[in-house]
C-alpha cells in the first residue's frame, strides 16, 4: 500500500534545530516530486518547500529565510527538511506529501502522511 510516514518531531527552544524524515513506499518514489506542508493550530495548510522528481531542483517558501533545507535520497525513498534557527512561529503539524506533478504546477493526485507536531517555544 501508499505509505508516507513522517518523524522527527517534537519539542525544541528557540534558535534550535530539528530535522524531519518522510519515509515512503508503495509508489515509485523516483516519479513524484515531494513536498512539505505545515499547519497552525486554527490555520489552513500551506507548503513550506517542494523537491522535484527529476533533478532535485528545490522550492522555498520565501519566509522561511533561508533557515530550512528539503532533500531527498532516492536510494532510501525518504524526504527530509532540516530545519535550523526555529521560531515559535514554526510550531504546527508538518505533513510530507507525494504527486506526479511537478513542483510548479496545481497538485492533483496528491498522497499525503499523516503528519508529525514540531513546538517551538519561547
Known amino acids: 500500500e501508499v505509505q508516507l510516514v513522517e518523524s522527527g518531531g517534537g519539542l525544541v527552544q528557540a534558535g534550535g534545530s530539528l530535522r524531519l524524515s518522510c519515509a515512503t513506499s508503495?509508489?515509485?518514489?523516483?516519479?513524484?516530486?515531494i513536498g512539505w506542508y505545515r499547519q497552525a493550530p486554527g490555520k489552513a495548510r500551506v507548503g513550506i518547500s517542494c523537491?522535484?522528481?527529476?533533478?532535485?531542483?528545490?522550492y522555498y517558501a520565501n519566509y522561511l529565510e533561508g533557515r530550512f533545507t528539503i532533500s531527498r535520497d532516492n536510494a532510501k525513498n525518504t524526504v527530509y527538511l532540516q530545519m535550523n534557527s526555529l521560531k515559535p512561529e514554526d510550531t504546527g503539524v508538518y505533513y510530507c506529501a507525494a504527486d506526479p506533478r511537478p513542483c510548479t504546477q496545481t497538485w492533483s493526485l496528491t498522497v499525503w502522511g499523516q503528519g508529525t507536531q514540531v513546538t517551538v517555544s519561547s
Open positions: 508503495g509508489f515509485t518514489f523516483g516519479d513524484y516530486a
Open positions: 523537491i522535484s522528481a527529476g533533478d532535485g531542483k528545490t
